[in-house]
Each structure stands twice: as structure tokens, then as C-alpha cells.
């Protein structure tokens, strides 16, 4: 929902999904990156009638924001914005009015998230609209389709879908009593449109709540004549912040959530994006802010950027080297087993593509790092009494800097050359 900054439960999933995306690239997938914008129903409306009463009170008039409004910050400057640009003009509470501070609302908002992604490195391809698949008639449009295959029926004032028929515990409510629609229609639309689009794999990420949510949406999927199986959702474990040993408290509603933003200005980007992406998707994550600020080996991107920028150092020192014909005098074992390690790449990044589990990049990262580091530690690189061997070892840290930089950029993280 574009009701406010994306904080830290929305920031793992965007380093998650954006890293993920990286991979299989790489790997070879022809890869459509989309963004879905809940951009219609209540969330929606309050943020409308918060960014109206937040107007009306720049203008000097008592408006409460109700018990579901949004009390950020944000939406206050924007009222007030709002009124220096447009005077009293949209101040009568007419049908249309809150029509004006939806789309004003969402639209700032947006502008927000995007500005966001965009410094925390993540793109995205397709922007699709909530309210444009309303709009479009697709909503309508699945409701039509569910009810010609047989597969909705009426009960108690409210439409239901037979989802038992497919697998799920009970049926679900499609139509409420009051006539509105459940979160799940607009949801089997949105989906339906991608299979529309002829896509081969569908992949979603979801919040940890949204589990129970997989059942219906595949059932929905298979009751429309789509292959479920193509459709595969993730699932995001909660965030915990955590600061000296403390837990930071957060709520979107209120405005005091931490914001990708913030936590990028305390702790960067790199540690940000490398931090989110290190541990399973499925666990949850304890993000150490003070780790994360450490500049020592106990802190994994700092480890990782460390060893690339060592690589790089080793490098210039030595501009005029030649690429040797063999490396058949890299016999140490340190030597061999950084070779080993190097070959191993390709099939981690097709694996990782395949699987989707991301962190097992930052596994190899570490392992890579901490690879090269003892060739270092073991091996003089630069032997000016024998450039053969000389000319050998630094084809082997050029290597080990392609790699190294190639598999820290699939994960949105800066390859520094020099720290």
C-alpha cells in the first residue's frame, strides 16, 4: 500500500526480491521485475481522509484524523503543501473531493517509494495499478469467470468461492454482505493478467502474515484454467531491529517506523542490502545496527569489500604484468584451493537462480573472501626476483577480483577498490 515509507519488513523483501532477480539474470532467465501497488480500498481511503483533514487544519479548520488515519509527519507537510498551493478550493466535502486527495495522497507517496528503491539500488520494470485492473474491468471480469465454471455461490448476503474444490480448509468470501469485495479479488485478477501475459514462472514475495494466503490464490489460479505450479510465492520472515543489544520499536501508522532511507543513512547501503539478503528468507532476521557500522572482520560486507579492495591494491602496485600462458606453478594449497573456489561460481549462480535462495550467495562471498585472504597471508605475490610466478599470482587475484566483484554486485553491493 503507498500509505507511507517503506521500512524494514518492506526493505529485506526489496534486497530479497531485487538480488533474486540479479541472479537469475545472470543465470540466464529472461526477467520482468514488477512492482504491484495497492493503490485501492480502505488503507487507501484513510490516507486520503488523513491528507484531508491534515489540509483542512493548515487552513485553520478543525478536522480530527480518526483512529485509522496516518499521523506521520509526512502527511502534515503535504497538507500543509496542499493548502498554500490550492487555498480553500477543495475544502467543501463534496462526492468528488476525496477523489483529489487519493490521487494527490498516492501519488506523493509513490514519488517517496520511488525515490527510495532507486537509492537503495532496486528497479523495477512494470508498475501495475490496483485501481487500473478495477478500472480496466478485470476484477469484474474473474468474478464473471468464477461464476460461469460453477465455482461461486451465494450465502448469507455474500459471494463465495468453492475453494475447498481445489485443495484449501474452507471456502472463502469473495463479496461481503455490504457488497464490497475481499482483498482477494482485485489479488486473482492481478494475478490472471500475468498469466495473460504469458510469463513461464510467476514469483511473489510475501509478507510472513500472507501465508495463509497461498492455498486461495493457487486454487483461484487453477480454478480459471491456469497452471498453479507456475506460480511460486516466498514467504518474508519479520524484522527486528536491533541496537545495542535492544529491540527499536516500530508502527507505519504512527510515522516512527525506521525507513529504508534511515537505516541506509546510519548504516549504508552496502551493510543494508548485505545484511538483509545473509540469512534465509524463511528466518527471522535480527538486523545489528552496530554490527553493521563496524569496520573490522566481524562485520560481513566490511570482510567481503575488504578483500576486493586488497585485490585491487595488489593490482596497482603491480601495473605491468603479463597474462600468463599456464598456471601450472600454483601449487600451494592455499593457491588450490582459491582456484577450487573460483570454478565453483558458475554453479552457484545457477543454483541460486534455481532455488531463489539468495543468501547462499553471501555464503560463497564469505567463503571467497576468506579463501583469498589466506593465499595472501601464504603466498608473496609480487616476487620481483621471479615475474613467471609473479605474472601467475596476479592472474589468479585478477580473477578472484572479477568474481568477487561479479558476485557482490548480484547481491546490489558496491565492489569498493579502495577502503
Known amino acids: 500500500n503507498p500509505t507511507g515509507s517503506l521500512h524494514l519488513g ?15 539474470t545472470k543465470a540466464g532467465y529472461d526477467v520482468t521485475r514488477e512492482y504491484y501497488v495497492n493503490d485501492a480500498g480502505n488503507q487507501i481511503a484513510n490516507l486520503a481522509l488523513s491528507l484531508y483533514a491534515r489540509y483542512a487544519q493548515a487552513l485553520g479548520h478543525e478536522k480530527e484524523i480518526g483512529q485509522d488515519g496516518y499521523l506521520g509527519k509526512d ?42 528503491l532507486d537509492a537503495y539500488r532496486v528497479s523495477f520494470d512494470v508498475w501495475t495499478s490496483e485501481q487500473k485492473l478495477r478500472d480496466d474491468g478485470a476484477v469484474s471480469a474473474v468474478l464473471e469467470k468464477l461464476g460461469e465454471k460453477g ?23 469473495l463479496r461481503k454482505q455490504d457488497g464490497s469485495l475481499t482483498y482477494l479479488v482485485p489479488d486473482i485478477a492481478y494475478h490472471n493478467d500475468k498469466y495473460n501475459r504469458g510469463f513461464n514462472e510467476l514469483v511473489d514475495f510475501f509478507g510472513a502474515d500472507h501465508h495463509g494466503y497461498i492455498p ?27 541496537s545495542n543489544g535492544e529491540e527499536m520499536k516500530m508502527s507505519k501508522r504512527l ?24 540469512r534465509a528468507l ?47 606453478r600454483l601449487t600451494h594449497e592455499k593457491e588450490i584451493d582459491l582456484m577450487k ?14 532455488s531463489r535462495q539468495v543468501h547462499k550467495m553471501c ?18 605475490v609480487n616476487d620481483p626476483n621471479d615475474k613467471d610466478l609473479t605474472d601467475q599470482r596476479l592472474a589468479l587475484v585478477k580473477a578472484a577480483q572479477i568474481v568477487l566483484a561479479d558476485a557482490l554486485n548480484l547481491i546490489g553491493v558496491e565492489a569498493v577498490e579502495s577502503m
Open 216 to 242: 486461495r490464490l493457487k486454487a483461484s489460479m487453477a480454478a480459471l484454467g491456469n497452471d498453479p505450479d507456475k506460480l511460486h510465492v516466498d514467504i518474508i520472515q519479520m524484522v527486528r531491529l536491533v
Open 341 to 354: 573456489t573460483l570454478q565453483e561460481y558458475p554453479k552457484v549462480v545457477a543454483e541460486t537462480a534455481k
Open 282 to 328: 524463511d528466518s527471522h532476521l535480527d538486523f545489528d545496527v552496530e554490527l553493521a557500522k563496524k569496520k573490522s572482520n566481524e562485520n560481513p560486507v566490511y570482510y567481503a569489500q575488504y578483500a576486493h579492495a586488497r585485490m585491487c591494491s595488489i593490482l596497482r602496485q603491480v601495473p605491468e604484468w603479463a597474462m600468463p600462458e599456464t598456471l601450472e
Open 75 to 116: 502527511i502534515e507537510e503535504k497538507g500543509k503543501e496542499l493548502a498554500e498551493q490550492y487555498g480553500d478550493k477543495y475544502l467543501e466535502e463534496t462526492p468528488d473531493h476525496l477523489d483529489f486527495f487519493r490521487k494527490e495522497g498516492i501519488r506523493f507517496e509513490l514519488d517517496k517509494i520511488k525515490k527510495d
Open 363 to 380: 555464503h560463497y562471498i564469505q567463503n571467497l573472501a576468506s579463501k583469498f585472504h589466506s593465499f595472501y597471508n601464504a603466498c608473496k
Open 151 to 173: 465455482y461461486t455461490y451465494e450465502k448469507d448476503g455474500a459471494l463465495w468461492f468453492r475453494t475447498t474444490e481445489f485443495g484449501d480448509d474452507k471456502d472463502r468470501v
Open 10 to 24: 518492506h526493505a529485506r523483501g526489496a534486497a530479497w526480491g531485487d538480488s533474486c532477480a540479479r541472479i537469475m
Open 255 to 278: 510515522g516512527n517506523a525506521t525507513t529504508i532511507r534511515e537505516l541506509c543513512d546510519s548504516v549504508g547501503v552496502d551493510a543494508a542490502r548485505y545484511f538483509f539478503v545473509q
